[in-house]
């Protein structure tokens, strides 16, 4: 399994041609407590890049753009009742939807871990 | 945000205690100010009804207005009975122009001889050659520039407060008093914009540090930022201007018909009274209400409500999540036969419709102090 990053601080699990998708601790943090996470349905078809889903803390609502193209899968239902878990583990339990990847060539535009820590690093400064 | 409009912003007095408390500044109505602390939104919205809550709100605008005249002048401008109101007490009302929408919503507080004012941040330049304007050759307006405005609230504010203060745990809801802060002169009024019991405090900008230090010194007191202060007010069904109130909203549409006494709308003699007594005697067209969504997604401003499977009849001008109530919680103007308590509405929230209610405000009870 290897885990890719987003500029818009997503990730995505690939495990054969299904993906895990979420966002990244640091989105989660920015974001502050979240109060609703609107799923995408499963049987959707996505593309990169378009809205995904939707992630809304106390301030104010966050679209999530899909990070590859895809049908989704499978949908984290336990978000419905308990939002919040997106950021107690916004990189494992908080994730958001499966995706069955429609091009893995998309996934060579992410970024590897080390890479997208580069790239906090510099948002920092 | 680029820096050159991060250098417009003005700094409160109390900018490095917000920081070291790990305030996250931001900018609003031209200062950059706290949205939250590190307890987060949820957190100090909780706190501050469970406990009490330090809010800075030291970017109001605060004034005086010295002599005998001001009463009369003030009048000419607002819809609030200010001749009835005794010294020591304070008022909400709000300026009115000519048309009868709202340029700003405002607390007035008498005292021997003069009247105190307080204005929004963001309508201070508005308002300020309005009241200026209104007073000349009958009052002196001053304008406090060397005072911070501190808010303390929630259920043991009284309790912390008398630790520094003396006779102010009796004090009346919208009552205001002269008492000392270990020793440093304040002007207080028990009052606020949480719907909890609370005071707000006028003080020394050079003391503002210490007041500040010594009340979140005590373990029932935490700092809260605007976040948290927005979802406290719109609990507690109170209005937010520039969402909720604007230039075309009128005090009646508004449901603030409660803020203009009998004298008042008999009188007629403030500006758009003309339009104010025509929705006293025949209704506004829409009015604002509360609304309940279902479920779990909130109605944020600017979402058209709409008839049940219809038209749209309404704007949402507040909206977000309740921290107490732990449920989504809204207010916006319907159109007045859709305005009853009850009324099953929809709200068009992205690409779905969420069936919602009309419902009575506040959606958490309010705490005042009405005596013991």
Same mark, same amino acid.
């Given at each position: 399994?290897?885990t890719k990053f987003s500029k818009d601080h997503e990730w995505i699990a690939v495990?054969?041609d299904i993906g895990t998708v979420g966002i990244t601790n640091h989105a989660q943090d920015q974001l502050g407590e979240l109060v609703y996470v609107e799923l995408p349905e499963v049987g959707a078809t996505l593309e990169m890049g378009e809205e995904a889903c939707v992630v809304e803390s106390v301030k104010a609502a966050s679209e999530v753009y899909a990070i590859c193209s895809g049908e989704v899968t499978e949908v984290n239902e336990d978000l419905e009742d308990s939002p919040t878990t997106v950021n107690?583990?916004a990189e494992?339990?908080g994730w958001l939807y499966k995706v069955k990847i429609s091009d893995a060539a998309e996934l060579d535009e992410l970024m590897?871990? !080390?890479?997208y820590?580069?790239l906090?690093?510099?948002l920092?400064? | 945000?680029?820096?050159?409009?991060?250098?417009?912003?003005?700094?409160?007095?109390?900018?490095?205690?917000?920081?070291?408390?790990?305030? /996250?500044?931001? @900018?609003?109505?031209?200062?950059?100010?706290?949205?939250?602390? @590190?307890?987060?939104?949820?957190?100090?919205?909780?706190?501050?009804?469970?406990?009490?809550?330090?809010?800075? +709100?030291?970017?109001? $605008?605060?004034?005086?207005?010295?002599?005998?005249?001001?009463?009369?002048?003030?009048?000419?401008?607002?819809? &609030?009975?200010?001749?009835?109101?005794?010294?020591?007490?304070?008022?909400?009302?709000?300026?009115?122009?000519?048309?009868?929408?709202?340029?700003?919503? *405002?607390?007035?507080?008498?005292?021997?001889?003069?009247?105190?004012?307080? +204005?929004?941040?963001?309508? =201070?330049? +508005?308002?300020?050659?309005?009241?200026?304007?209104?007073?000349?050759? =009958?009052?002196?307006?001053?304008?406090?520039?060397?005072?911070?405005?501190?808010?303390?609230?929630?259920?043991? !504010? !009284?309790?912390?407060?008398?630790?520094?203060?003396?006779?102010?745990?009796?004090?009346?809801?919208?009552?205001?008093?002269?008492?000392? #802060?270990?020793?440093?002169?304040?002007?207080?009024?028990?009052?606020?914009?949480?719907?909890?019991? &609370?005071?707000?405090?006028?003080?020394? +900008?050079?003391?503002?540090?210490?007041?500040?230090?010594?009340?979140?010194?005590?373990?029932?007191?935490?700092?809260?930022?605007?976040?948290?202060?927005?979802?406290?007010?719109?609990?507690? &069904?109170?209005?937010?201007?520039?969402?909720? *109130?604007?230039?075309?909203?009128?005090?009646?549409?508004?449901?603030?018909?409660?803020?203009?006494? /009998?004298?008042?709308?008999?009188?007629?003699?403030?500006?758009? !009274?003309?339009?104010?007594?025509?929705?006293?005697?025949?209704?506004?067209?829409? /009015?604002?209400?509360?609304?309940?969504p279902e479920g779990r997604a909130p109605a944020r401003d600017g979402t058209v409500i709409h008839?049940?499977?219809?038209?749209g009849?309404?704007i949402v001008? %507040?909206g977000g999540f &309740?921290? %107490?109530?732990?449920?989504p919680?809204a207010? $916006?103007?319907? %159109?007045?036969?859709?305005?009853?308590?009850?009324?099953?509405?929809e709200l068009a929230v992205r690409k779905k419709m969420v069936p919602a209610?009309?419902? /009575?405000?506040? #959606?958490?009870?309010?705490?005042?102090?009405?005596?013991?």
């Amino acid at each position: 399994m290897t885990t890719k990053f987003s500029k818009d601080h997503e990730w995505i699990a690939v495990e054969g041609d299904i993906g895990t998708v979420g966002i990244t601790n640091h989105a989660q943090d920015q974001l502050g407590e979240l109060v609703y996470v609107e799923l995408p349905e499963v049987g959707a078809t996505l593309e990169m890049g378009e809205e995904a889903c939707v992630v809304e803390s106390v301030k104010a609502a966050s679209e999530v753009y899909a990070i590859c193209s895809g049908e989704v899968t499978e949908v984290n239902e336990d978000l419905e009742d308990s939002p919040t878990t997106v950021n107690e583990s916004a990189e494992a339990d908080g994730w958001l939807y499966k995706v069955k990847i429609s091009d893995a060539a998309e996934l060579d535009e992410l970024m590897d871990a !080390a890479a997208y820590q580069e790239l906090l690093k510099e948002l920092d400064e | 945000m680029t820096d050159s409009e991060n250098q417009d912003l003005k700094s409160l007095a109390l900018d490095a205690f917000h920081r070291a408390h790990g305030g /996250k500044m931001v @900018p609003f109505a031209g200062y950059e100010m706290p949205i939250q602390y @590190p307890a987060g939104i949820i957190e100090e919205h909780k706190h501050t009804r469970a406990s009490a809550g330090l809010f800075d +709100v030291s970017h109001m $605008g605060q004034l005086w207005l010295h002599g005998e005249g001001a009463v009369a002048a003030i009048e000419t401008i607002v819809p &609030g009975d200010i001749q009835s109101l005794a010294v020591g007490r304070s008022r909400y009302t709000m300026l009115t122009n000519a048309s009868g929408g709202i340029i700003d919503d *405002l607390i007035v507080t008498k005292w021997d001889n003069k009247l105190f004012i307080v +204005v929004n941040a963001a309508r =201070k330049d +508005v308002d300020l050659p309005i009241i200026a304007a209104a007073v000349e050759g =009958k009052a002196e307006l001053e304008i406090v520039e060397d005072r911070a405005l501190l808010a303390l609230q929630g259920p043991k !504010a !009284a309790d912390v407060l008398s630790r520094h203060m003396a006779d102010i745990t009796e004090m009346p809801f919208m009552s205001a008093a002269k008492v000392d #802060f270990d020793g440093i002169p304040c002007h207080i009024t028990r009052s606020g914009y949480t719907g909890e019991d &609370g005071y707000e405090l006028s003080i020394p +900008v050079k003391d503002a540090v210490a007041i500040a230090t010594a009340l979140v010194n005590h373990d029932e007191v935490l700092p809260i930022g605007l976040g948290a202060r927005d979802t406290l007010r719109l609990e507690a &069904g109170l209005c937010l201007y520039g969402n909720d *109130l604007d230039e075309t909203t009128s005090p009646i549409e508004a449901d603030l018909r409660w803020s203009i006494s /009998k004298r008042r709308r008999e009188a007629a003699d403030f500006p758009g !009274a003309d339009r104010v007594t025509a929705e006293l005697a025949n209704q506004p067209s829409r /009015k604002r209400v509360g609304l309940v969504p279902e479920g779990r997604a909130p109605a944020r401003d600017g979402t058209v409500i709409h008839a049940p499977g219809g038209d749209g009849i309404g704007i949402v001008t %507040s909206g977000g999540f &309740g921290p %107490s109530v732990e449920h989504p919680i809204a207010m $916006g103007y319907v %159109s007045i036969d859709m305005a009853e308590e009850g009324t099953k509405v929809e709200l068009a929230v992205r690409k779905k419709m969420v069936p919602a209610t009309v419902t /009575k405000m506040p #959606f958490h009870p309010q705490n005042y102090y009405r005596g013991s």
